[in-house]
């Protein structure tokens, strides 16, 4: 009854039209820019513009929903919400930070989820899932098929913990650029404050190198899932997500500052948090291990120098698309985690946060 009473009330198609175009010009003075191109650089960027606003827009706002790997552009993913808006808030953030906050809301709201989560598996905090349903719950999969052999095989890349530290960057992100102190006191600090809890569990002193570590991971890479001849999944220390759990901790530190005493003071006696933990917290955020390699360049993670180099040419030969290398090498009863080859950046993610864009 209510679906037809709403269709009753639309307009002629006319007015849809006049509506409609009226409501995209308004996105397109906001988010389309201009700059002098000889190719097709402005045709691709806004069509990833339109793509972007298709998903979320104005509309948005006040929603209780996230922002899907794959937009509303088909069934990849299965509408699972990954780290897909560090990618996007830096646009949001300018043009529509409205739609920043409600989408933030959303992670804010799967918190208690997250919170479960982490208690499972044995860590303290909130540990958002890599792959998130509609309830916040993990979604990922364990198992995953080889098309190319037909084989099932285990899938470890439920182990990127880094997700929670995306979460983190936009929460932080947001507030530099708008300044929201009433949003930091009472969404933002408490997911940044009960994901610093987190990464603090899951670090572990190793005093032969007198530095804390992170172990059993999987970097933004996504390849190396284990190392070679491991029965147990995950590399240690990978360089993204050490540096960026450093970051994370000296964020959750300031914010007690931005929130004032008696916030904290509320958040303390909630969360569980007293000075030792923020003390400790400190510590670890000078002391974890970023692994180098001989020539100084950041190692991906502990042990990548050791790997041996890829026949890119000769597979390319051989496949021509090779983007899916894993499942190339799984078919030939071999393993991308034996060698220096990766699906996505990792170390230059990094770059891209941190000193490309100039945040501090």
């Known amino acids: 009854m209510e679906a037809k009473n709403s269709i009753n009330k639309r ?3 006319d007015e849809l039209k006049k509506n409609h175009q009226y409501s995209w010009n308004v996105m397109w003075d906001r988010f389309d820019f201009y700059f002098s191109d000889s190719g097709n650089t402005i045709l691709l960027l806004h069509l990833h513009i339109f793509h972007l606003l298709q998903t979320c827009s104005p509309h948005t706002i006040g929603k209780d929903v996230g922002v899907p790997a794959r937009g509303l552009h088909g069934e990849a993913y299965r509408g699972h919400i990954f780290w897909d808006e560090l990618f996007i808030f830096p646009l949001l953030n300018f043009r529509l930070p409205d739609l920043t906050q409600s ?16 208690k499972k598996e044995g860590f303290q905090g909130a540990m958002y899932p890599w792959q998130s349903g ?10 995953h098929l080889n098309p190319i052999s037909g084989k099932w095989g ?10 929670n530290l995306a979460i983190a960057y936009n929460i932080w992100q947001y507030y530099e650029v708008t300044g929201n102190i009433p949003f930091m006191k009472v969404y933002g600090a408490e997911m940044l404050l009960e994901i610093a809890k987190f990464f603090s569990s899951i670090c572990t002193w190793n005093s032969h190198k007198e ?7 999987v970097g933004p890479d996504e390849f190396h899932t284990s190392y070679q001849d491991s029965k147990e999944p995950g590399i240690n220390n990978n360089a993204y997500t050490n ?27 909630k969360l569980d948090l007293n000075e030792k933990a923020i003390s400790k917290w400190d510590e670890i955020s000078q002391k974890l291990f970023i692994p180098f390699m001989e020539n100084g360049i950041i190692s991906q993670f502990e042990g990548y ?7 890119w040419n000769g597979y390319r030969k051989k496949y021509k698309n090779i983007q899916r290398l ?5 078919a030939e009863n071999d393993s991308v985690n034996n060698y220096k080859a990766s699906k996505q950046a990792d170390v230059l993610m990094l770059f891209y946060l941190f000193f490309f864009r100039r945040i501090n």
């Open 134 to 143: 509609s309830n916040g719950r993990e979604e990922s999969q364990i198992l």
């Open 326 to 330: 894993d499942r190339i090498l799984n």
């Open 154 to 163: 285990p899938d470890n890349t439920y182990l990127q913990r880094h997700v």
């Open 243 to 269: 540096y960026m759990t450093s970051w994370l901790l000296t964020k959750a530190i300031k914010i007690l500052l931005v929130i004032g005493n008696t916030r904290k003071t509320e958040l303390f006696q």
């Open 211 to 217: 530095r804390y570590e992170i172990l059993k991971v």
């Open 103 to 118: 989408l933030l809301k959303y992670r804010y709201h799967r918190l208690p989820a997250a919170k479960r989560l982490a």
């Open 305 to 311: 120098e050791k790997l041996k180099e890829f026949d």
């Open 11 to 13: 307009e002629t198609f």
